[in-house]
């Protein structure tokens, strides 16, 4: 068969199991948004009964045998064939070469993992959940091995939610990260001005959720999601989900933390805006489907940070702001409003953490991961090391385990591998913004008139419309010209950061 | 393999085939309820995926060869078994003798009339209907014809939603009712109150919203819907979806009709009570899936009509409700109130139809279909009979088919049979209701007492934890000693509507 028709009969069935993959998703998002109290368990026979057939969609053998004659003759692909039959080739040994007991066994620990995680955070009995952790690691060595990468088994964690991503990489990029962001980070809390920044945040309160709804609505909108292709509901941790024309976000409101559920919805607005901006024609495709989780994240963080925390992006907004809550907004500054939103405080726990700080928890996590695997660290020694590891970079030492390392949930059902994408995202977001500037050096006053599409035009040109094309520090490449480093980083945080506070 | 052994091996896949059917309801709601203007494209590909799917999975020849085993030896199963595999084996048949062809071929048929009975409606344009209809009839007898049931074609699209329903059996029950209920009907009519009614209905202005929602979550909460398995929301056309755990309400609100929210829920909850009252261990086999849409209307019906439009549901309820509308309310008596609930006027349109003549519209497209499938009537002609059958029927003759024959989309996508079952629910509500009021003569102070559990209890024992166990007609005999009669409808119309306006 000539390699087009194999590409032309091969799409169909990738895109058959991606749909497939959609309802699963939706049964994800309507679970956390409208599910019953007690439906828990007939949608759990749901999602296995669906997991199953889009197992079975996704280990078809003629995927496999199509693979198979299309990669015998690579040269005659052009680069987007080359680029679906390799993300093709990494979904279908993912599907087949994990047999179907461990899989099995895996979702059952996992399952069991998560209920032991939440008793151990609740009792604060790191002891308890040693022996899970444990398991969980040997898991995630046996799947690396299953696929051929049992001596490299991190970098096959991290290669899951980033293709092509290596614990070198990130180990380089991470160790110079730490090197600069630490004494900005100290000199930063140091400053006179993070008490009155804490003082004003403290300040907000009261600010009605009807009139948060309305502003974050048209604060998104105004930003280019699509409503006609996506909405916004509530659940108990926000999240975006769903893709090409269905993309659902969440939020939640605090009527006395009313920033949260807006800087918390820009952010699922950028997730959204990258799935809204996928070729749709390919979805399930390399082509048609998003880079990674660190691409993702940039393009969350980029809205939610290097956009809606600026001063011009409040020039615009304020006036409006001030309108839905006039009493409440009454005696603030317009300085006083940006310093609430720039709000540094270094904290114990990664979810609360700013802009600054939040890189900090990624790097902990990461150091910690790359421990376990490489067998440097035990289980039994990770709340010590986590300590250890919590006063050298942030400054502070959790009292106990449920502010340390038992504060996050990823580890109990195995995503090892998955922490980095969030700091990495950060750097590539700040790398994307400095190209920006430089192409478009009139981007801020475009915020100041309430203007994005500039910069939606360019992204999705750039980074959307790629799909899976390039990995992560491939994409960066191209689009910047130069290679992923955190130095975009840091220098935007010391201009954001170091003119207000230093 | 002994009987038992099949039976235990063939359940599993029937409950699987039946989980993939949720699915595809939860996507059918969600379309509804959530679902964005753009992604209904998407949508559509979900829904034929897994469409596909589930074709699959009830096609399984596994399960062909199960049920010829079991089959071979009857009398080796109990009652239970033997309604298990007779209820599979018509699942099986039906999706295993039709060939894919044909079934797209439907498909493809019926979305093709949707939309050109919405354009022949909106234009008042039956002839370019007419070769829809046509062609939709041939696809009936064609399905029939596959089925083995050719020679009876409108017996098989009867049993289709009613199992073991036939044309004979519709005909006698609904000449009787017909020659019963015209003259109560038009004596109701003619009646000096009727009037008073409509001038009551029509002060009832200017209800919020928001208070409505609170009433009638009371209400179908306090009558025993479980809002631990089930929600309500708002969509253009209410109805109820979903089972066991996990049932699903729709309604919608009119400021100046506030009794169609609230009846229109209490409707669906009685759908809902029934869904939550199938045995859930058995979802999927004939002992967890409802008796058909005649019962399934009889359970909502019962609760919208006998329940809660009666004088002792309204004397729990009237105070909460003038009290959540204390300036609506002002000035209407308890009658008036009793009226409203309760007006009867004939109208061209079935969707807006009272209680008593609701029924005689179904009367009038039984005909019509019985006609159609026997050829006694051609399609051409069907927009003169209409008008004939609506002058003998409701004493109205449509001025355009937009009002007679074009109002309703059953048909526009081949669904024959289907229109009896709402008129068959109301006699079994009816009969049922007789048979209550004699088990419990203090039913009714019960109800004033804003205490439903008795009746709700009978019914999950007698009818809702049956399942598919008998027939529409079989299920009636048992649980009332006689065979199902229009008897009891008119006797209990007689009761409630000439006692108000005779």
């Given at each position: 068969?000539?390699?087009?028709?194999?590409?032309?009969?091969?799409?169909?069935?990738?895109?058959?199991?991606?749909?497939?993959?959609?309802?699963?998703?939706?049964?994800?998002?309507?679970?956390?948004?409208?599910?019953?109290?007690?439906?828990?368990?007939?949608?759990?026979?749901?999602?296995?009964?669906?997991?199953?057939?889009?197992?079975?969609?996704?280990?078809?053998?003629?995927?496999?045998?199509?693979?198979?004659?299309?990669?015998?003759?690579?040269?005659?692909?052009?680069?987007?064939?080359?680029?679906?039959?390799?993300?093709?080739?990494?979904?279908?040994?993912?599907?087949?070469?994990?047999?179907?007991?461990?899989?099995?066994?895996?979702?059952?620990?996992?399952?069991?993992?998560?209920?032991?995680?939440?008793?151990?955070?609740?009792?604060?009995?790191?002891?308890?959940?040693?022996?899970?952790?444990?398991?969980?690691?040997?898991?995630?060595?046996?799947?690396?091995?299953?696929?051929?990468?049992?001596?490299?088994?991190?970098?096959?964690?991290?290669?899951?939610?980033?293709?092509?991503?290596?614990?070198?990489?990130?180990?380089?990029?991470?160790?110079?990260?730490?090197?600069?962001?630490?004494?900005?980070?100290?000199?930063?809390?140091?400053?006179?001005?993070?008490?009155?920044?804490?003082?004003?945040?403290?300040?907000?309160?009261?600010?009605?959720?009807?009139?948060?709804?309305?502003?974050?609505?048209?604060?998104?909108?105004?930003?280019?999601?699509?409503?006609?292709?996506?909405?916004?509901?509530?659940?108990?941790?926000p999240f975006c989900?769903?893709?090409?024309?269905?993309?659902?976000m969440?939020?939640?409101?605090?009527?006395?933390?009313?920033?949260?559920?807006?800087f918390g919805s820009v952010h699922e607005a950028g997730h959204g805006l990258y799935e809204?901006?996928?070729?749709?024609?390919?979805?399930?495709?390399?082509?048609?489907?998003h880079?990674?989780m660190a691409v993702h994240e940039s393009q969350s963080r980029l809205w939610e940070n290097q956009v809606a925390?600026?001063?011009?992006?409040?020039?615009?907004?304020?006036?409006?702001?001030?309108?839905?809550?006039?009493?409440?907004?009454?005696?603030?500054?317009?300085?006083?409003?940006?310093?609430?939103?720039?709000?540094?405080?270094?904290?114990?726990?990664?979810?609360?953490?700013?802009?600054?700080?939040?890189?900090?928890?990624?790097?902990?996590?990461?150091?910690?991961?790359?421990?376990?695997?490489?067998?440097?660290?035990?289980?039994?020694?990770?709340?010590?090391?986590?300590?250890?590891?919590?006063?050298?970079?942030?400054?502070?030492?959790?009292?106990?385990?449920?502010?340390?390392?038992?504060?996050?949930?990823?580890?109990?059902?195995?995503?090892?591998?998955?922490?980095?994408s969030y700091?990495?995202g950060n750097?590539i977001a700040?790398?994307?913004?400095?190209?920006?500037?430089?192409?478009?050096?009139?981007?801020?006053?475009?915020?100041?008139?309430?203007?994005?599409?500039?910069?939606?035009?360019?992204l999705?040109?750039?980074?959307?419309?790629?799909?899976?094309?390039?990995?992560?520090?491939?994409?960066?490449?191209?689009?910047?010209?130069?290679?992923?480093?955190?130095?975009?980083?840091?220098?935007?945080?010391?201009?954001?950061?170091?003119?207000?506070?230093?």
């Open positions: 068969m000539a390699q087009a028709d194999s590409l032309e009969e091969l799409v169909p069935l990738l895109k058959r199991s991606h749909l497939l993959g959609t309802i699963g998703e939706l049964l994800g998002w309507d679970e956390q948004v409208n599910l019953p109290p007690g439906a828990a368990e007939q949608r759990a026979a749901q999602h296995a009964v669906l997991a199953e057939t889009q197992h079975a969609a996704t280990s078809d053998a003629r995927i496999g045998s199509l693979l198979a004659g299309l990669e015998a003759r690579p040269a005659e692909l052009d680069a987007d064939g080359t680029a679906i039959v390799k993300n093709a080739r990494r979904d279908y040994d993912r599907a087949t070469k994990l047999p179907a007991e461990f899989v099995r066994e895996k979702a059952v620990q996992g399952s069991r993992g998560y209920h032991a995680w939440a008793r151990a955070k609740a009792a604060d009995d790191f002891a308890s959940y040693a022996p899970v952790l444990e398991k969980n690691l040997e898991f995630a060595r046996r799947e690396a091995a299953y696929l051929g990468r049992g001596d490299v088994a991190y970098d096959y964690m991290l290669d899951k939610h980033d293709p092509g991503l290596t614990a070198a990489a990130v180990d380089r990029l991470f160790g110079e990260l730490k090197r600069d962001l630490v004494p900005l980070m100290n000199a930063i809390v140091a400053s006179p001005v993070a008490e009155r920044a804490r003082a004003v945040s403290g300040r907000l309160r009261g600010f009605p959720v009807e009139a948060q709804r309305v502003f974050l609505r048209e604060v998104t909108e105004r930003i280019g999601f699509d409503y006609m292709r996506g909405r916004i509901d509530v659940s108990l941790h989900s769903g893709t090409g024309s269905d993309v659902r969440t939020t939640r409101y605090k009527e006395d933390q009313p920033l949260d559920a807006l809204q901006g996928l070729p749709a024609e390919w979805l399930g495709t390399a082509r048609g489907i880079a990674g925390r600026s001063r011009s992006f409040w020039r615009h907004f304020e006036p409006r702001w001030r309108e839905l809550f006039p009493a409440q907004t009454a005696g603030l500054t317009s300085d006083d409003l940006y310093l609430a939103v720039n709000a540094v405080e270094p904290t114990l726990i990664r979810v609360d953490a700013d802009e600054v700080t939040y890189n900090l928890h990624i790097v902990l996590r990461f150091e910690m991961e790359k421990k376990l695997f490489s067998g440097e660290l035990a289980v039994r020694d990770l709340p010590l090391a986590w300590r250890a590891a919590s006063r050298e970079l942030l400054g502070l030492e959790p009292a106990n385990d449920r502010e340390g390392v038992l504060q996050d949930v990823h580890w109990s059902d195995g995503a090892f591998g998955y922490f980095p700091c990495l750097m700040a790398q994307l913004w400095a190209r920006v500037r430089v192409l478009r050096p009139g981007l801020v006053e475009d915020f100041a008139r309430g203007d994005f599409a500039w910069l939606l035009g360019w999705r040109e750039n980074v959307h419309a790629q799909g899976r094309r390039f990995s992560a520090l491939e994409l960066v490449r191209r689009v910047t010209g130069e290679e992923l480093s955190p130095r975009h980083l840091v220098a935007y945080l010391q201009e954001r950061y170091g003119g207000l506070y230093l």
